[in-house]
């Protein structure tokens, strides 16, 4: 371990650069692929039509290893290989992918009844959407983001078989200096992420949500 | 029978007792009912009897054999379970779900699926459900088949928690009334938990009041139970009207009818008018079956001069039939609105009328020649 | 620290020639060819997902229906999405490959020489099938209604008669999407795999176009082919498990009303698929 911790000292900056690169292309996906689907969700949800073709193609998308479409990027929107925007590109539609079908199901399950009541006393679709549905949605919503965070995370470093710098590079290291410990460093660092986006995720459904708080503090 | 010794249940050493030293006999071939508010045991004392629960201490005897010995599994397979909302197993037909327990016990499918049929035909379901699956029924039918499944090893001993309870009352009178009909033909020893204290009364040959704490209150039968409850908790629980519904044991017998005519729809009405004193007229069809009551002193001089037609018909008032109980007599004679009970016979043609002072003067004759006899109520 | 350069830093990569390559029979034949690469990344797949199932399934099925060890599952499903596969992969290989000595074969599985790679792959592959399968058969058993469970105990099953002939067919649906989400994730590892030397798998056409990204024609455009063949695949796969779900699933659980998702709600959406990818 403690070759692990001196390797870490000695390319500090390096892995601290990475470590930046590895941060944006997880999160910045997370942030646009939930925006976009969140409303795309909801509009799902309601229009019977656009259910089922929406679930599928996102299904589908989800389907496609991540590899292929880090791969794709440059062939479909022209940037080169060892972009780290094809990457981030690529996992927003696959956050999106993920968080549509999140979004459709949360909205979905709002109950009939609340949102009977809700129309009865006079509320318009919108005051609906963000006094009723929201609300109950947000731990189904929150639940999602959290997996999305934490496969994001744990994607980025596919790339580095391409050759994407991030923190991925260290296993690439590692296996062609067959040395154990940027792997096991890059291991470690990853999880942390992992942990810190979770619980950052986390804490943002606890804010969100004070009701669930005062349930759960009886 | 049933005879449970001494039977406690008690969850923690030192916690609340479900069930408390409960010692009672369910008479073979009899429906024995328990009954109670919540926490009373009631649930937990049958869950005893095929070990879904295992008892703290005392012993519960099947036909004299202790339930305790051998193995639980194989003691349930010759007890029928029926719960709540029936359990069924979704991922089986209506009629696999039917024959599960001969197929646990190895007999040939084939003839446990044929016997199977024939029990759904018996619990009065279209047999065209057998190829359907759960998901696909309705409350009360999951019900039946629930029932079917419990009778389909021919178990001597059936056990049913709150089998009615969630279906609506419509459904829940139908069915308990098809139960009864059914253990009529099948004489089964039966064990019914149930909160409602009316159900019990209607279906229990035997009714144990069991208190909260899992004491016994009282077990006696539902008239006895109505007439002389032991002590303030069981004459709250069995509640009010008491009197009004003990009558619903006493056959009427021979009741002292009126056979004043009737008139026939369509009848002119010029013809009628006057016949009685305040105006009542029971109206009958071509078959003698009742139709409704008119009052001709309350009809316009304009209806006057038609025939009896339904639309003039006042409706109200129940039907009492010529065996039926006193309850159903004085109902009769108290909802109807001429005052005077309708008592029709065994094809429900009219027999007669009766007020309301006829049937508590048969009431009375009843009380005293009873208590000449020296038996109750 | 190493970073791949490549030459051809700028201009569009063509994908004209991605049907060309496609279509080239050349491509179709030999120990390098499409169907064997397929035939080999299929292998490697089943392997580890029908070694997974023994695994996880009788673990997942126990846990449900005793309601022991719940706590575990969760925090396996959450661990395993953590983890880079890329990194696990690596790790072992690093760690395990100059520990096998072995140069045998297994014809169209593992060539020669290969071994020490293809033990590391395998071991990946199985840990990253266990986690869907197992918090989907503990969810699965879990979800059966209490009601269905009491009576078939009531009836007279033992314990084993309960899992076998009630809940396991009952967790069905969970099960069999599990196992889905299982697949995916393994067929996506074992693309990326192939970047691993002597392994098999479209994912060595995607990193041997990489290798040459500089030729028009066997650079970038085997590389998207490649990409286009293993979606192909992952897509016709999940298909095909679709339909042996639809199959094996008894007709009373798949819901016959008219609810929008009758297997798949966000819950199972969440547990389920999510742990699909990379």
Known sequence: MSQVWSYFQNHQSQIGQETWTTVWLAALPLLIGTLIALPVGWWASRTRWLYLPLITTAGILYTIPSIVLFVSMPGLIGTKILAPENVAIALTVYTFALMVRVSADAFGSVSGDAMSAAAAMGFTTRQR???????????????????????????????????????????????????????????????????????????????????QRAVTAR | ??????????????????????????????????????????????????????????????????????????????????????????????????????????????????????????????????????????????????????????????????????????????????????????????????????????????????????????????????????????????????????????????????????????????????????????????????????????????????????????????????????????????????GWGVVVDADGRLAGTITAEKVLTKIRQERSAAAAAGAGP | MTTRILADGTGLPSLSHVPTWLNDPTNWKGSNGIPTLVQQQLTYTAIAVVVALLIALPLGLAIGHTGRGSAAVGGVANAARAVPVLGLLLLLVVWLSPKIHTTSAIPGLVQRGGFPYFVPLIIVLILLAIPPILTNAYAGVQNVDPEVRDAARGMGMTGGEVVRKVELPCALPLIMSGVRSATLQVIATATIAAYVPLLGGLGSLIYSGDQSITDPRYGYPVMVSAGILVAALAVLVDLLLGGVQRLIVSPGLSGRRSRRTPTRGPVTALVGDATAGP
């Open chain 2, 1 to 338: 029978m049933i005879r449970f010794e001494s039977v406690t249940k008690r969850y923690d050493a030192d916690g609340p007792v479900a069930v408390d030293n409960l010692s009672l006999v369910a008479p073979s071939g009899q429906i024995t009912v328990f009954v109670g508010p919540s926490g009373c045991g009631k649930t937990t004392s049958l869950r005893m009897i095929n070990r879904m629960i295992e008892p703290s201490s005392g012993t519960i005897w099947i036909d004299d054999v202790d339930t305790a010995k051998g193995s639980s599994s194989e003691l349930r397979r010759g007890i029928g379970y029926v719960i709540q909302h029936a359990g069924l197993f979704p991922h089986r037909t209506i009629l696999d779900n039917v024959a599960t327990v001969p197929f646990l016990l190895g007999r040939d499918k084939r003839e446990a699926r044929k016997g199977a049929m024939e029990l759904l035909e018996r619990v009065g379901l279209d047999p065209a459900f057998a190829t359907r699956y759960p998901a696909q029924l309705s409350g009360g039918q999951q019900q039946r088949v629930g029932v079917a499944r419990a009778l389909a090893a021919d178990p001597p001993v059936m056990l049913m928690d709150e089998p009615f309870s969630a279906v609506d009352p419509i459904v829940r009178e139908q069915l308990q009334n098809e139960f009864l009909r059914l253990q009529q033909d099948l004489g089964k020893t039966i064990v019914f938990v149930t909160h409602d204290i009316d159900e019990a009364i209607k279906l229990g040959d035997q009714v144990a009041v069991l208190r909260v704490g899992g004491r016994l209150a009282q077990m006696a039968s539902p008239a006895e139970l109505l007439a002389r409850p032991a002590d303030p908790f069981v004459a709250a629980f069995v509640g009010r009207d008491r009197g009004y519904r003990a009558l619903g044991f006493t056959t009427a017998g021979t009741l002292d009818l009126d056979k004043g005519a009737a008139a026939r729809l369509g009848t002119d009405l010029t013809a009628v008018r006057g016949s009685t004193a305040d105006g009542w007229l029971l109206v009958v069809d071509d078959d003698d079956l009742p139709q409704g009551w008119i009052n001709t002193l309350e009809l316009t001089d304009e209806q006057l001069k038609g025939q009896i037609t339904p639309d003039l018909l006042n409706l109200g008032g129940t039907l009492a039939h010529e065996g039926g109980s006193l309850r159903e007599v004085l109902d009769a004679a108290l909802s109807s609105p001429s």
């Open chain 1, 129 to 211: 959407l963000f006094s009723v549905q929201l609300p109950i949605a947000v731990p189904v919503l929150g639940a999602g983001i959290r997996v999305a965070a934490v496969s994001n995370v744990s994607l980025v470093s596919v790339a580095s078989t391409i050759g994407v710098a991030q923190l991925g590079s260290l296993f690439i290291e590692g296996n062609q200096n067959s040395d154990l410990h940027p792997i096991v460093l890059a291991l470690i660092l990853f999880v942390l992420l992992a942990l810190v986006f979770d619980g950052l995720v986390l804490l943002g459904i606890r804010l969100l949500t004070p009701w």
